[in-house]
């Protein structure tokens, strides 16, 4: 039998718009929870319309619909006649409704969608940023069968999947974590670096080999920030808390003497001169040390306030705030410690809080945690800024930075860096 060649613009004009809306809004309601048993009335509905439609436009509305009723959930049900719709759409000439497709498979379970995107992350010869958008879809579904390759990836040669690897690796209590990333340690990026101490800090078995490596040497004990620290605190575990004491000392959470010790550091400062410091390598430390959270002139992080229109050029303002971070914490930027049911433990300041999820900032990443899979929140009084972050410089260093902090404007960094 030869088919029409118009068959399929047949279908279109029996969903009238306001039709496609209903369902459409149907579908993301029920999705966001509130009635599961109307998302099994309108889901097969919306895909028989997926899988019949070749009005592109058509696919994408009713695709950008349903992401938006999933994000934030990690896994949904797959309706009923989805693999058709995956099937034809991930041949598709648009690209938006290739990789919305392809992502909403991935929500539904699909082993298909797996399967592909574990191929394309391994594959050493494919494009990287296509590498890395198919480990972080894997990644946001928590692919459980993705350990094995994350482990190998961390030695790839493409920077950008070895720091998506590193990352995603947090997510997974496997036990061969700590041993590889100890051992890739050393020929890691700077920033890969952080990210594997980030997470071996994220749960108290990995903190503990984190520590005994420090405590032999096989990790520079300056690589542990004061805000690692503080992560490798917040676990509850006895061993773990003798080995930080062993290494770091006690931390002192408050001084006595506030203003004494302000003192004191301003005269470490004016010993130096005249000019007591250098512009170019105070940037240099101000990247080390405090960039990762702060903005200043245009660059630099999030995770604390842009401290460009501060009143910089105050030295007790700038001393007071960096030696006693929490004698003042606004409560936005309150540090909050969330448990997973996975026993892993995340210190930030949380961005947003709806039925699905929690976001949270920390220092290191934006991080999305679906609800059910929060054990515990706790949000402490204290500051996301450590305190002791510059107890570790040298003097010189020490004047560099508060020199490069109270300048108006931005300087350029040493030849060479
Ligand atoms: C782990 C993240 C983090 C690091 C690292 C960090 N800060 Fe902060 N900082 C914050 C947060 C969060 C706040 C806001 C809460 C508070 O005031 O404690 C803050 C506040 C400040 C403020 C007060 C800003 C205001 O609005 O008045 C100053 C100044 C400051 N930081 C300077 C520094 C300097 C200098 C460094 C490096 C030596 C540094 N910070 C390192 C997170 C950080």
Redesign the pocket.
Known sequence: MSRHPNHRTHVIPEFPTMKRLVLIGAACLALTAVTPVRAADALPQLAEILASSDDAQLQLDILRGLSAALRGRRTAPMPAGWTKVEAKLTGSANGEVRTLTQALSLTFGSQRALADLRQMAADSKADAGARRSALDALLAVRDAQLPPTLLQLVADAEPRVVEAAVRGLALYDDPGTAATLLARYPALSVGARRDALNTLAGRAANSRQLLAAVAGGKIPRTDLTA?LVRQLRAHKDEALRKQLTEIWGVVHETSPDMQAEVERVKRVYWAGGSTPGDGPRGRVV?NK??A???TLFDTGGH???D?TG?NRSDLDY?LQ??LY?NA???NE?RATTIETKDDRTITG?VKEQNPAATVIQT?NELLTVPRGEIKSTTTSDQ????EG??AQLKDIELRD?LYY?SRPGQVNLPAGQ
């Open positions: 805000d101000f040390v405090c990762q959270c702060h995770v604390g306030p401290i501060a700038l705030n960096i971070p003042v914490v606004p930027y300041i220092a500051s996301l800024m450590p972050l510059i930075l902090l």
